[in-house]
């Protein structure tokens, strides 16, 4: 949160309380409501007020075929509660280089559906505005009777969430584009915008490994490359919420030698610019000039190492490498607890992770335990869940506010 102010309003520790009982029971349900008062220090009474509230939302159930009586038991025995992950839903959007990704999302961040729609090359308005028209269509035809609360919407690059603005997006061609309020006028929804890397470091704190809370480092490597850093349970933005662009950090390596410096200029001017040196844009041209697949392709390319093609495992071996001597850099400047990192091969075959962190334990001045470093879990579904997470992030952190236009 960006202002801050000594007293709050009633509102304001209602909302506080009200997703103190939200988050307990997320980490920890289904759970009787005592628990939930000594997990989140409230009263009884204050919990069983909250409780309410945040059932009549539609966040949470109670689940009374899970209530166990205590021999013994006087009285109305504890229904237990559980996150509600019937009624309602988070819509969301990735706008990624080669397709969009349009999903819809439960509230424990599970992908209930999901719809790629190919760019077929198109960037700046030409990406967005088809899409802008025919999202209330797609979102209606995904939500599977649940109400859509709100919109998230992501993509890499430089995104400011508080003032609703894409600030800079390369390869997409986006400049201080008004993302949020140009989703809000097709949709009518909510919208939160934020970069992808920041949105997957906030799903892996209310979802993911437990040592996310404590600080976590993200990397994405796919078109673009993008980090994000989160310390005790909150993401990181800067000033101007341009943090985690790690595009240009100087590695060595390329894709076809991992020893060699690249002579690959990067659009600022500079050699061995990390989001040269190991892009998926990079990755796929070097593919396709080797002539293991016939164009640059990320299908192409995954078929060609699940056959066992020698020069698509060495050109992934490769990247691999230098992905593991930018992470041991990052390890090493921040010390973080977890390191996630969000990349094609490593998500499907860990073999390829494995070359990750054998590099990065090679190269991390810390001598880390390359235990540390895992490879994002959402495997096909990281982007779906990229783009819901803004909304999740805003329920989980102030649902009463999050859900006022909704009654
Ligand atoms: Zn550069």
């Known amino acids: ?40 220090g409230l009263s009884a009474s204050a919990v069983s007020r909250q409780t309410v509230d945040l059932v009549r939302l539609g966040l949470l159930s109670e689940r009374p075929e899970l209530a166990g009586v205590p021999a013994g038991t006087v009285g109305r025995p504890q229904l237990p509660l559980a996150v509600d992950t019937e ?26 559906r999901r719809k790629e729609i190919a760019n077929r090359g198109l960037t700046g308005p030409d990406v967005l505005k088809p899409l802008a028209a025919r999202l209330p269509r797609l979102i209606d035809a995904l939500r599977a009777g649940r109400t859509v609360v709100g919109l998230g919407a992501v993509c890499g690059g430089s995104v400011d969430p508080e003032r609703g603005l894409v600030l800079r997006h390369g390869p997409l061609d986006w400049r201080d584009l008004p993302l949020r309020g140009l989703l809000q006028d097709a949709t009518g929804l909510p919208v939160r915008v934020d970069n992808h890397a920041r949105a997957l470091t906030q799903a892996e704190i209310l979802f993911g490994h437990p040592a996310a809370r404590r600080s976590m480092v993200q990397l994405f490597v796919g078109h673009v490359v993008d980090a994000a850093l989160a ?29 060699a410096r690249s002579d690959a200029r990067c659009h600022c001017g500079r050699l061995g610019c990390l989001s040269v040196a190991a892009s998926d844009t990079t990755l796929f041209e070097a593919a396709a000039a080797a002539g293991v697949t016939p164009e640059p392709d990320r299908a192409a390319l995954i078929a060609a190492v699940k056959r066992g093609d020698p020069v698509a495992d060495r050109l992934v071996r490769n990247r691999a490498r230098i992905i593991g001597r930018a992470l ?4 090493d400047v921040v010390n973080p607890d977890l390191l996630v990192l969000t ?16 590099e990065f334990a090679l190269r991390s ?26 909304v999740l992030g805003e329920l989980y952190a102030r649902p009463v506010h999050a859900l006022a236009h909704c009654h």
């Open 343 to 358: 990349e094609t091969f490593a998500l499907f075959d860990p073999r390829y992770l494995n070359v990750v962190r054998a």
């Open 1 to 40: 949160m960006s202002t801050s102010t000594p007293l709050r309003t009633g509102d304001d520790r209602r909302d506080a309380n009200a997703a103190a009982v939200l988050r307990a029971v997320l980490d920890h349900g289904p759970v009787a409501r005592s628990r939930v008062a000594s997990l989140t």
């Open 87 to 112: 009624q309602l839903a988070v819509a969301g959007v990735h706008f990624g280089v080669p397709y969009t990704t349009v999903a819809l999302l439960d509230l424990r961040g599970r992908v209930l």
């Open 328 to 331: 041991a850099l990052l390890a």
């Open 231 to 259: 310390v005790a349970g909150t993401v990181h933005q800067g000033p101007p919420s341009a943090t985690g662009d790690l595009g240009h950090l100087p590695v060595t390596g390329t894709v076809t030698d991992p020893d």
């Open 365 to 390: 001045h810390l001598r880390r335990d390359a235990e540390l470093l895992i490879a994002q879990r959402r495997g096909a579904d990281v982007l779906a869940v990229a783009a819901g997470t803004p």
